[in-house]
């Protein structure tokens, strides 16, 4: 079955202890992005991927690491999160940019 | 001025109805357009994309108008199961590369 996978799905944490969600696709898609979604804000970009080891900032990066080592798995790293990054956050991914855009299930982050 | 911006709603209607939704766009050189939906904390799923000579889908109609920058979104014969938030997504050109862009949404609720 064509998906994205993302995990956890739900994740609470402490201010400045480092995580990661993770976040694969299965459908050799090129285009791999980071969204995350807060009331009245919608969804805004993260980061993003073009292809393999090519990423580049979003409208919100800040306190945000990204890596594409792999075409599949693109990780969203919190170095140091803070109570300001809780949110709901989406892994998405296509093939070329103007084709179906296919989310993961979401991971809704608690920082503490 | 937001680079796309939707009416919140709620829109509340009675099973049955047509319901009109517009989406305004702000850079005149955005490439394709989409129409998601997304029920409640869930990932977004694709409903249609917008073609410049209008599309339709069952019951949905999607419509650009290039002039006035914006989309919309038609629903006719409204059933409960259409209550969701729909995003506008827009792909900019921005920086050279594409990029896609949401509006904040516009909450339908279907009623008995």
């Known amino acids: 079955e064509a998906q994205v996978t993302q995990n956890p799905r739900y994740l609470i944490t402490v201010t400045g202890k480092k995580l990661t969600v993770t976040c694969s696709q299965n459908?050799?898609?090129?285009?791999m992005s980071w969204y995350r979604q807060d009331p009245g804000l919608g969804l805004r970009q993260i980061y993003y991927?073009?292809?393999?080891?090519?990423?580049d900032k979003g409208d919100v990066p800040e306190g945000y690491k990204v890596s594409r080592k792999e075409k599949r798995n693109f990780p969203l790293i919190l170095e140091s999160p803070s109570p300001n990054q809780t949110s709901l956050y989406f892994c998405?991914?296509?093939?070329?940019?103007?084709?179906?855009?296919?989310f993961g299930s979401g991971t809704q982050l608690s920082v503490l | 001025r937001k680079e796309v911006e939707q009416d919140p709603g709620p829109f509340n209607v009675p099973e049955g109805a047509t319901v009109a939704f517009n989406c305004t766009y702000s850079n005149s050189a955005s490439q394709s357009f989409f129409w998601y939906r997304q029920d409640c904390r869930k990932e977004p799923k694709l409903l249609m994309s917008v073609y410049s000579s209008g599309n339709e889908d069952g019951r949905f109609t999607a419509q650009l108008n290039r002039a006035s920058q914006y989309i919309s979104l038609l629903i006719r014969d409204s059933k409960l199961s259409d209550s969701a938030t729909y995003l506008c997504v827009v792909n900019l050109l921005k920086g050279g590369g594409n990029k896609l862009t949401f509006g904040t949404g516009t909450q339908l609720k279907v009623e008995l």
């Open positions: 991927s073009m292809n393999v080891e090519v990423t």
């Open positions: 998405a991914s296509s093939r070329p940019l103007n084709e179906k855009l296919f």
């Open positions: 459908m050799n898609h090129e285009y």
